[in-house]
């Protein structure tokens, strides 16, 4: 299996702030790699897919780059809405694994 | 509008076979490059990808739990259902049915529906 190790697995942050976030997989997934967004009891919400492709309705303040092992998420500048949790996955290879997460809180 | 939806038992014992429903509107599993299947979270854990059928019956499990699962689909009906066989308390988790987009993010998923083991 591909692991997924995001770092960090916290993240105290404050409005405003430009924030990254980082996923490092175990192998080349090359460029299949997807970001989601978590909010308590809620499903996960696609963000950013193939690396670097934003979703339709994801605001523009969120990128992310990357490819082979190493992949970033970027928020330009934070927003009370964003303070959740982060996941990344592999689409690769089966089985198509997450990493830990990681999770953003209001400083 | 893409939805979906999982039902299904909310407590089973341990050994028994979990059937989960996901019925889903708004696309059709015949149209290419798109697949539907299940992921787990244990409370307060990350996400675990069980199982995914394409629109052209392909199946995909996850390695570590091949034998137990059996995922097939409806397109009639717009179901996908999994089974899960030989539950046991590790395997209480919210279980969520979710889409496989052409880009291969998972870009549509159904509420969840938490599923506990225990006798």
């Known amino acids: 299996d591909i692991q997924m190790t995001q770092s960090p697995s916290t993240l105290s942050a404050s409005v405003g702030d430009r924030v990254t976030l980082t996923c490092r997989a175990s192998q080349s997934v090359s460029t299949w790699l997807a970001w989601y967004q978590q909010k308590p009891g809620k499903a996960p919400k696609l963000l950013i897919s193939k690396a670097s492709s934003l979703e339709s309705g994801v605001p523009s303040r969120f990128s992310g780059s990357g490819s082979g092992t190493e992949f970033t998420l970027t928020i330009s500048s934070l927003q009370p809405d964003d303070f959740a949790t982060y996941y990344c996955q592999q689409y690769n290879s089966n089985p198509y694994t997450f990493g830990q997460g990681t999770k953003l809180e209001i400083k | 509008q893409i939805t979906l939806k999982e039902s299904g038992p909310t407590l089973v014992k341990p050994t028994q076979t979990l059937t989960l429903t996901c019925t889903f509107s708004?696309?059709?599993?015949?149209?290419?490059?798109?697949?539907v299947g299940w992921i787990r979270q244990p409370p307060g854990k990350t996400l675990e990808w069980l199982a995914l059928v394409y629109w052209d019956d392909d199946k995909r499990y996850s390695p570590s739990l091949k034998s137990r699962l059996t995922i097939t689909k409806d397109t009639s009906k717009n179901q996908v259902v999994l089974t899960m066989t030989n539950m046991d308390p590790v395997d209480t988790a919210t279980y969520y049915c979710a889409r496989r987009g052409v880009n291969g993010g998972v870009d549509y998923w159904g509420q969840g529906t938490l599923v506990t083991v225990s006798s």
């Open positions: 708004g696309f059709s599993l015949s149209t290419s490059g798109v697949g």
